[in-house]
């Protein structure tokens, strides 16, 4: 700070004195201390005591007593549903990428178009991201009837959100000069765009549509809790007939799945990763039969392959979703009466109450799973702590809890300790965990490790050396991460609802199955709002401290 | 190989004939324009005959980056008139201007490369406003546009770097690959905004040398800003020198000297 003669400033440093120590941003610690209010409020709030947590736990154990041995119940049944979910994420991936390409064009601040097109197309990524898509789902339900269609629409409509996001970024950061170039030479701006700009995105594109694809996959295991096709409708068939073993099974099944397309996604990324080095050569293409001809070489060989693949299974994907055409037209009807219905949303105490409910939820889970989190980071990464069994053994750990998607750990609680917030407080405090576990030991890996060496090689103690020498380091991606996890729980929050364990999602669903549309509106518009607000303030957050 | 169809024009019926041959490639008539308050140029004339190689110098700043996109319909005139090709870029729809750029070819300082593509792919980019829907890959171009591009590659000398990543080479062998990407428009006027600003000496003059030589070739006009004085010297037909946005010179190079040109920079530096 620099002080003038004319104008003293209580803050500056009196002359003679060593200069005062650069100002720590506001939100360095203004963010710690909300969430630590919002956290305290809400353990009152949702009743969150040691005493509550043990006979918690006592009720857990009696619950998945019953659920011993699991059984999965006829095998040919349950493999048609995984295959079916399979098709619904690909399938709503596929609809996504490709819609998320003009939407994004058009949404990027290098859109030449009308005005009002480019805010259509923002306010749709919007809304979009903020809608989880199990809500989507109830919605798609009503339309288009019980079944997979409903499913892929649901997840196509929530990743055209995050894709189109996503997508807007990458070409908002390209250089201009290419698009300006084919421009000129007289092609039209479609022309241009792909041969430009989707051009040079395409590696950050397709890395991004595999990774949601991963998460598509997890989403639409739990699509059939509304009716919307997949493993999830059997897993909810056997939780409402109380046959607890076969939900054990079907559980299982689910996390088995989702690890062995962890492996799948984990290769494929991988090969990506190393087919990108290789198309980094000089040379992509070898002299084929004449010199306007590229030859045929593995590398092309294999790319070819992969898109035809991916081709093939997404065509195979949409023909999977049984289009009900007799059907459409009342399709039609019902989506015309749900919009209709919307006008004018209603607001009631209610709403407020459950969309208030579900952002405690949310942050309250948020604050429990930063501290395990960080505990299991830190136990976990090698050079803060040299255990290499423990850490080794903590991040399978958090691989497999990070495997099973929140809902299925609130029917879980619900089934075991009763409807209500505390059952969605705890499955979301335990995946906020295993995701800020895995954010912060990422993060801790990458921190340069000398300045710790250094305070120890002067004899500073194990703790003293990490508050000193990398704590610091890491404040910046430890409150980016925090804020990101708690913007993924808040749209977990909204949903859980739906098996009964807190929040707006299940006002949500009660609005739709009694035909109250008013309300739906009202909940979506809140919920949007909630989301986008919340949004804003951690990026706002954001920036301030990173 | 076709070149009666797909082979640069041959310089014995230059394109130009389109236009009339007496037409002048270029014609602007008081021309201005202004940015919100800042005049970049105040009434110029220019008249540019088919087949001159002009070289604009001037200071940074002088609008000779303004006038470039003028020509091409960039820019649109806050006063005056320009005429290109025989059409006025002011007055074309939207469908007009894009067949009229399809007749001018520009080549940039920065290339406008896409540098994870390869070379040949680039070139083919350059036929885009000649076809009707979006390409991807070399393979979905017609033959006769990728027989083109391996002549235009070969023109340039990068035939053996057809198949490389644009990234992956050179400055001056990325300019070279802009050049007959530029080819492939087959076009009747040439614009260059400080084409070789980015590159070294020896890649500046090779540079140069390929753009003047193509255009002796084709017929095509020139028209090039340049800091180098002595490269303007070396290439052009004509040398106009802007500052503070009015033509203060426009002599043919042969009547133009060295001493002439740096003072165009050196009183704007003691401005």
Redesign the interface.
């Known amino acids: 700070m620099l002080a003038t003669p004319t104008r003293p400033d209580a803050r500056s440093a009196p002359p003679g004195t060593a200069p005062r120590p650069p100002r720590i941003p506001a939100a360095t610690w203004a963010i710690p201390l909300f969430y630590l209010g919002v956290t305290l409020f809400g353990m009152w709030w949702i009743d969150i005591r040691p005493g509550a947590i043990a006979a918690g736990l006592g009720d857990i154990a009696r619950l998945l007593d019953r659920m011993v041995p699991p059984t999965t119940g006829p095998v040919p049944s349950l493999l048609t549903l995984v295959v079916e979910t399979l098709w619904i994420a690909i399938a709503g991936t596929g609809i996504a990428a490709i819609l998320s390409v003009p939407l994004s064009a058009a949404a990027a601040s290098t859109y030449t178009g009308p005005r009002w097109v480019q805010w259509l197309c923002r306010a749709l990524i919007v809304v979009t991201r903020a809608v989880p898509s199990l809500v989507f789902a109830i919605i798609f339900v009503r339309i288009f009837g019980l079944g997979p269609l409903a499913g892929a629409l649901a997840v196509s409509v929530h990743s055209i959100g995050m894709i189109g996001k996503m997508m807007t970024d990458v070409f908002e950061e390209q250089?201009p000069?290419?698009r300006?170039?084919?421009?000129?030479?007289?092609?039209?701006r479609?022309?241009?765009?792909?041969?430009?700009t989707m051009?040079?995105a395409l590696?950050q594109v397709s890395s991004f549509v595999l990774y949601r694809l991963d998460i598509n996959i997890r989403a639409s295991a739990v699509l059939g809790l509304v009716g919307a096709g997949g493993i999830g409708v059997a897993l909810q068939t056997a939780i409402g007939s109380l046959d607890y073993r076969r939900a054990a099974g079907i559980i299982i099944v689910i996390i088995v799945l989702l690890m062995v397309l962890e492996l799948v996604s984990f290769l494929v990324q991988r090969s990506l990763a190393e087919h990108s080095d290789t198309?980094?050569a000089?040379?992509?293409?070898?002299?084929g039969k004449d010199?306007?001809?590229?030859g045929w070489s593995t590398a092309r060989g294999a790319r070819a392959l992969g898109v035809a693949a991916a081709v093939a299974l997404f065509l195979a994907a949409l023909s999977t979703l049984s289009i009900p055409f007799d059907r459409l037209a009342r399709a039609g009807e019902n989506a015309g009466a749900l919009l209709s219905g919307f006008v004018p949303p209603v607001f009631t105490m209610d709403i407020a109450y459950g969309i208030f409910e579900s952002v405690l939820m949310a942050l309250t889970a948020t604050s429990f799973g930063v501290v395990i989190g960080l505990i299991i980071a830190v136990l976990s990464t090698d050079h803060l702590v040299r255990a290499r069994a423990l850490g080794g053994a903590l991040r399978a750990a958090v691989v497999v809890i990070r495997g099973v998607p929140d809902i299925i750990y609130a029917l879980v609680f619900v089934a075991a300790l009763g409807l209500g917030p505390f059952a969605g407080f705890l499955a979301l405090a335990i995946s906020c965990s295993a995701l800020a576990a895995k954010f912060f030991t990422d993060a801790l890996q990458n921190i340069d490790p000398a300045p710790l060496r250094a305070l120890e090689a002067v004899g500073a103690g194990r703790l003293q050396a990490f508050v000193s020498g990398v704590w610091p380091q890491f404040v910046p991606s430890f409150i980016g991460n925090s804020l990101f996890t708690s913007d993924l729980a808040l749209r977990e929050s909204a949903v859980l609802g739906i098996v009964g364990a807190g929040g707006i999602g299940f006002l949500l669903q009660e609005s739709v199955a009694s035909v109250d549309y008013q309300t739906t509106a009202g909940i979506l518009i809140g919920l949007v709002a909630v989301v986008v607000a919340l949004e804003q303030l951690a990026r706002w957050a954001r920036r301030k401290v990173i | 190989m076709t070149a009666d169809l797909t082979g640069p024009v041959s310089p014995a019926i230059p394109r130009s004939a389109r236009t009339g041959p007496a037409a002048a490639s270029i014609t602007l008539a008081q021309v201005s324009k202004r940015f919100g308050d800042n005049e970049v140029l105040h009434g110029v004339d220019l008249t540019v005959r088919p087949g001159e190689f002009v070289a604009l110098v001037g200071p940074s700043g002088a609008g000779k980056s303004t006038l470039l996109r003028l020509l091409?319909g960039?820019h649109l005139p806050t006063a005056g008139t320009v005429e290109v090709l025989g059409r006025n870029p002011a007055a074309c729809s939207r469908r007009d201007l894009?067949?009229?750029?399809?007749?001018?070819?520009?080549v940039?300082q920065?290339?406008?490369?896409?540098?994870?593509?390869?070379a040949?792919e680039n070139v083919l980019?350059?036929a885009?406003?000649?076809?009707a829907?979006?390409?991807?890959g070399?393979?979905t171009y017609p033959?006769r546009l990728?027989?083109q591009?391996?002549e235009n590659l070969e023109r340039v000398g990068l035939?053996e770097q057809?198949?490389?990543?644009c990234d992956?080479l050179s400055g001056g062998q990325q300019q070279r690959v802009?050049i007959a990407?530029?080819l492939?428009?087959q076009a009747e006027l040439v614009l260059a905004d400080e084409p070789v600003a980015s590159l070294d000496p020896a890649a500046s003059i090779s540079v140069l040398q390929t753009l003047k030589k193509l255009s002796a070739e084709d017929g095509f006009t020139v028209v090039c800003s340049l800091h180098q004085v002595d490269l303007a010297l070396a290439v052009s037909d004509r040398v106009v020198a802007v500052r503070g946005g009015q033509f203060i010179m426009d002599t043919p190079t042969a009547a133009t000297t060295e001493q002439d040109i740096r003072a165009v920079y050196a009183e704007h530096g003691s401005r």
Request: positive net charge; glycine residues 8%.
């Open positions: 250089s000069q290419p300006e170039a084919i421009a000129a030479t007289g092609a039209t479609v022309q241009a765009f792909f041969a430009t051009t040079r590696p198309s980094t000089s040379q992509v293409f070898v002299p010199a306007a001809t590229p | 091409n960039g894009r067949e009229l750029r399809t007749r001018i070819g520009f940039f920065q290339f406008g490369l896409v540098g994870r593509l390869t040949m980019m350059g885009l406003g000649s076809l829907m979006p390409r991807y070399i393979m033959r990728r027989d591009a391996v035939l057809r198949f490389q990543r992956t802009a990407r530029m492939m428009q």
